[in-house]
């Protein structure tokens, strides 16, 4: 019989998450005989056999990944590197036809120490999964030894990142390492043929961790924990509940009384609340699932998706989500959320209940005091909840490194689901960067990110390790958080950089810690602007090396936001919204929107009717700013302040100018929570679009706004000529449908004046590829209809998907920017992009 020997060198992520057994089973089912191994970057594979069973093995391997697993290249090892010699009891089993045999290998030493190997021996840190359904049939199975045993796992799902203090990853390393196992658990844990081979947080009812439940002074309440937890929620009460990478707030989402009492506590008079239900039967009562809506939160990332609510049915959960058109909505993925259901079923013992719509539903925010890290500790949560929760369930694993709930923007047909958190199930999974052209590519770079929705980047080689969100740096903690991940992705996988960037405003907390790093090291600091890193971090998803025109039109948060961005040549404007050429050498300013007055500087952004004001004044309806802003007493003094200019820095922020248009139309004056205006209206807009649709739609407006240029600046977009119609036609009172028609119109207008001055720059400059970023493209109406509006046109059009389009990817961008830099020159301390 004709038999081959073929290696594979497997790239992707393919340790930690049940590869080698996976490999193993696979391969006896091929009838191949050979081996496995992990080695510095994925795995190793060794095949001897027909030639038809090792090509069958390939593509199964491909098809049938384990639910954590995902492969980036499989490459063909040469002949050379097959080391045959210890090879050679296998192929002498296959030339005398015996049965096939397998081994998973321990990693080779000459390859741990191989020189052309960077990178240390190293497994991958695979994100926490939700809980899977073979694990779940055993937590609801009254026969199974883990019946509603609230720790189960296995090794294709359960807690990972969140506990993991070093690698390699094994038990030791991770908090599980108080908990013993016992033999039955030992057994699972040696076995290659059980799903818990090597699963290090298994555990059962013997020997793992345990739950509990406290009141607010931190005294035990007896009974079963799940069933008086529920007890307590169906009373009304808020508990505090102890998650995979952080603790949760939750009340009942049913009971508005439990809603508004959160919200009074926790100081959030009006940001929406993400909802949790037993299954998408149970949540479609609320909102809009498609089917790859319901894959998505059903799979091992579980996250929290912003679906649309449903028209015809007025949402009877009060205080949830007021005003707005969508709803956050997640799936129980811990054994601890699915127990709290069950129970609230009735604890039946067959699995129909799984697919029945259920009663309950869960508010569960974040348990973090307003803009601080989240809560982690046993201790620290009842120290810093108490005032919040009555009661805490808690539990004796330790939680080592916080991690949110990721959230998504559901996807529809045409359009897949978007990025807008990165956390939980998501982070710290590596994105792959195109390979370098030069020796530079080995690298290690660590990206600081910006100051508000700080992430930070930290690459090896090809392989950057993009965290979770951290959160706005103008908390003590969060600047603490970020400086922790660095730690630990640092101690985990024994790397230090070579080269740290940061953003180019001095001030930030993030370029003060690349400084830091920079000295303490000695290695150079490169600067990246803000608006470049924006586009980059389009150009890194797509892999663009080509050079681009950039849209970022950021949306600009709370508080500190003239930290956050940089300044153009007068230094006296901030720079919101900015047209720019990027390539590898850098980034070239086209040209800003025309910069405005902030009447009150920061306070303008929590205050849409002072924006509004100031449009007023800027096309000399200043006589209106009293009128129509008369329940606010600054209002008077706000004219005065425009026409002496006094506190009132200039801005071309576009978040400012939808904060105007929400005012005018009296859809929302005052910003509770960021966006707050922006988001009502893009709701408004979207009442309106889904009731005149394709008639509204076909007809294409005319564009209003006026594109100037300057010595500086070429292109300048100016929008002042769209207020002038929105203003005249929006005189008080305005009717709701009004309101909705006149937002739609807006935004119609900004697709028109945008898609024109992206095609000024285009004529300048010959450049057809379009990246769009910014906070302002979670506007799904903009960002959609400027996308399609310019593919119409012929350009090609790149809309960030799997990553935030906010600045929660400003560090991806900084970290591409800085190597398409590096590709063609050798680093030095300088600035990639940045202020002249
Ligand atoms: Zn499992
Ligand atoms: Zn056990």
Avoid at 266 to 280: E, G, I, L
């Amino acid at each position: 019989m004709k038999w081959q020997i073929q290696g594979f060198a497997i790239k992707g992520i393919v340790q930690g998450v049940g590869f080698r057994p996976f490999v193993f089973n696979l391969a006896k089912q091929c009838d191949c005989s050979g081996d496995v191994c992990n080695n510095g970057l994925g795995v190793e594979i060794r095949l001897c056999g027909q030639q038809k069973n090792i090509d069958l093995f390939i593509q199964r391997l491909q098809s049938e990944l384990p639910r954590l697993a995902r492969i980036n290249q499989i490459q063909s090892l040469p002949e050379n590197q097959l080391d045959i010699e210890s090879f050679s009891e296998v192929i002498e089993s296959v030339k005398n036809n015996q049965p096939a045999i397998f081994a998973i290998r321990a990693t080779p030493q000459k390859i741990a120490n191989s020189a052309e190997n960077n990178q240390k021996i190293s497994t991958l840190i695979s994100p926490d999964a939700s809980l899977c359904d073979d694990c779940r049939s055993e937590l609801l199975d009254p026969k199974n030894p883990r019946y509603r045993y609230p720790f189960i796992n296995c090794t294709h799902c359960g807690p990972r990142y969140t506990i993991i203090a070093d690698l390699p990853y094994d038990r030791p390393f991770t908090t599980m390492a108080g908990f013993e196992l016992c033999k039955s658990c030992q057994q699972e844990y040696s076995d290659p043929q059980d799903r818990r081979f090597h699963a290090q947080p298994n555990a059962c009812n013997t020997c793992g961790p345990q739950l509990s439940l406290l009141n607010n002074q931190g005294q035990p309440i007896d009974g079963d924990p799940i069933e008086q937890t529920l007890e307590r929620l169906r009373q009304g009460e808020i508990l505090a509940i102890k998650g995979l990478g952080g603790f949760h707030l939750v009340c009942d989402a049913n009971n508005a009384d439990a809603v508004a009492k959160l919200r009074a506590r926790k100081h959030r008079p009006a940001k929406p609340f993400a909802v949790m239900a037993a299954n998408t039967a149970s949540l479609e009562r609320w909102v809009t699932i498609n089917p790859s809506t319901a894959d998505l939160l059903k799979s091992a990332q579980a996250p929290i998706v912003l679906c649309q609510k449903q028209s015809q049915i007025e949402l009877q959960i009060n205080g949830v989500a007021d005003g707005l058109n969508q709803l956050g909505v997640m799936l129980p993925y811990t054994p601890i959320h699915w127990l709290l259901f069950h129970q609230a079923a009735g604890q039946p013992a067959t699995e129909a209940w799984l697919n029945q719509p259920q009663d309950l539903l869960l508010v569960m925010t974040s348990a973090n005091p307003s803009g601080e890290p989240l809560v982690i500790d046993n201790r620290e949560a009842i120290n810093r909840l108490s005032n919040i929760a009555d009661y805490f369930l808690l539990h004796d694993r330790d939680i080592l490194i916080r991690n949110d709930d990721p959230l998504l923007i559901a996807g529809t047909e045409q359009q897949p689901s978007i990025m807008i958190r990165r956390g939980r199930g998501y982070a710290p999974a590596p994105v792959f960067l195109p390979k370098l052209l030069n020796k530079n590519n080995d690298l290690n770079i660590l990206a600081t990110g910006s100051y508000l929705k700080n992430s930070i980047c930290y690459s090896q080689g090809e392989m950057a390790h993009f965290s979770q969100h951290i959160g706005d740096l103008n908390c003590v903690g969060n600047i603490e958080f970020q400086k922790e991940i660095y730690r630990h992705l640092s101690q985990a996988y024994q790397m230090q950089p070579d080269i740290v960037i940061a953003d180019s405003h001095p001030e930030s907390p993030a370029v003060r810690f690349a400084q830091q790093i920079s000295q303490q090291l000695n290695i150079p600091l490169l600067q990246v602007q803000h608006h470049h890193a924006h586009i980059a971090a389009v150009m890194a998803e797509y892999q663009l090396a080509q050079p681009v025109i950039g849209l970022a039109l950021d949306g600009l948060g709370f508080g500190g936001q003239s930290l956050d961005i940089s300044q153009v040549a007068d230094n006296k404007s901030l720079l919101g919204g900015e047209l720019l050429l990027v390539n590898a050498d850098g980034c070239q300013h086209l040209g800003g929107l025309q910069p405005l007055a902030l009447p009150g500087g920061d306070a303008a952004a929590k205050a849409p009717w002072r924006m509004a004001a100031s449009v007023l004044f800027s096309t000399g309806n200043s006589q209106q700013i009293k009128s129509r802003f008369k329940d606010f007493a600054a209002a008077a003094f706000t004219e005065t302040m425009l026409q002496k200019q006094l506190n009132c820095p200039k801005t071309s922020s576009m978040g400012r100018l939808f904060d105007a248009c929400a005012s005018l139309l009296n859809i929302c004056q005052v910003n509770s929570f960021e966006a707050e205006a922006a988001s009502k209206l893009e709701a408004a807009a979207a009442k309106d679009a889904s009731q005149s649709n394709s008639a509204a739609a076909s007809e294409q407006p005319t564009s209003l706004a006026r594109i100037t240029s300057s010595s500086s600046q070429p292109f300048v977009l100016d929008l002042l000529p769209i207020f002038n119609v929105l203003i005249q036609s929006s005189i008080p009172p305005i009717s709701i449908s009004r309101q909705n028609q006149l937002a739609y119109w807006f935004h119609q207008q900004l697709i028109e004046a945008l898609a024109r001055w992206v095609i000024s720059a285009s004529k300048k400059t010959g450049i057809k590829d379009i990246c769009l970023s910014g906070g302002c493209f979670l506007n799904q109406i903009l960002a959609q209809g400027l996308q399609q509006k310019l593919q119409q046109l012929g350009f090609n059009v790149y809309l960030p998907i799997c990553h935030p389009v906010n600045d929660g990817s400003i560090s991806l961008g900084q970290l591409y920017a800085a190597r398409m830099h590096l590709n063609k020159v050798q680093p030095q301390q300088h600035k990639v992009s940045g202020d002249k």
